[in-house]
């Protein structure tokens, strides 16, 4: 593919709303194989761990550092998503980290608002030049707890994040407000379709009280320049290497064969001695 990804439409677009939302960027051969790898991989759901959302239901969540010789792998590291990233940040982009989001039938939990810069701003990143690319794995509909999001909330600036009554997440005072001037947005999306979205935008998600799953992959990326000054449980700038497009395509070919793989390193709260309360801090 070509290094402009995106249209200058698209960009402004992203400018505005602080997300874009970009139609089958992967075809139905492709999330087939992604949601065969995902949904049999015994290791990701071994390490897959709870994050509670502060009303009685839990999400799941495995999350891991290196983008590697994978099937997440080829995702992460394939230019439709690096080379769109890097036309929405301005600058070459690193893996920060990858994330696979599980809302299981009925009992999946909801994403209380946040913005994932009131996180990361933790981990010693100076500037909030850092984005997401959201690809639906299984159909996300308003029914299993899509995502939602706040037109044009990452002009906010970074909103206060803690623990707020018992929920942890942003200021609701702030959010409610914002609420009240911004348009909020029930994001569906077709397994292929890619949501990018900046890391102060504020978003959400209810429970899934339907009776079908919302797994959902989310590749992070933070920008060369942006640098953390300071160690933390996601990594400092490390040069990534695209591989081609096609890549998908040639793993899924190989996908039952054993040893085929390379391990993903997988990444545990109650592992990170640099985590306080003993990995009771949500961490994104």
């Not at 992967?26 to 992604?34: K, L, P």
């Not at 959302?53 to 998503?81: F, H, M, T």
């Not at 100076?126 to 996300?140: E, R, W």
């Amino acid at each position: 593919m070509p290094d402009s990804i995106l249209s200058p439409a698209q960009l402004a677009d992203f400018d505005r709303d602080g997300y874009l939302i970009v139609r089958a960027l992967f075809d139905a051969v492709e999330m087939n194989i992604v949601r065969t790898a995902a949904k049999a991989d015994a290791e990701l759901k071994a390490n897959a761990y709870e994050v509670a959302d502060g009303q009685g239901s839990n999400i799941k969540l495995a999350l891991w550092n290196k983008a590697g010789e994978d099937i997440y792998g080829a995702v992460a590291r394939c230019p439709r998503i690096v080379d769109a990233m890097e036309q929405l940040l301005g600058d070459e982009v690193y893996h920060y980290h990858s994330k696979m989001s599980i809302k299981e039938p009925l009992t999946g939990g909801a994403w209380n608002w946040h913005q994932d810069y009131g996180y990361w701003y933790l981990n010693g990143c100076l500037f909030p030049d850092l984005a997401s690319a959201f690809l639906a794995v299984d159909p996300n509909t308003r029914e299993n707890g899509c995502m939602q999001v706040l037109r044009g909330s990452h002009k906010l600036g970074r909103v206060e994040h803690g623990k707020f009554g018992d929920q942890t997440g942003a200021d609701p005072e702030r959010v409610d407000n914002a609420r009240k001037i911004m348009d909020l947005v029930y994001v569906e999306l077709a397994p292929g379709d890619v949501l990018f979205f900046h890391s102060n935008t504020l978003h959400a998600s209810d429970q899934n009280k339907s009776p079908h799953p919302r797994w959902s992959f989310i590749c992070c990326y933070n920008t060369k320049h942006n640098n953390p000054y300071k160690a933390s449980h996601h990594p400092f700038y490390e040069k990534l290497e695209k591989i081609p497009d096609s890549r998908l395509k040639e793993m899924g070919a190989k996908l039952f064969q054993a040893g085929a793989e390379a391990k993903t390193e997988f990444w545990r709260p109650e592992q990170d001695k640099s985590l306080a309360g003993g990995g009771k801090t949500i961490v994104r």
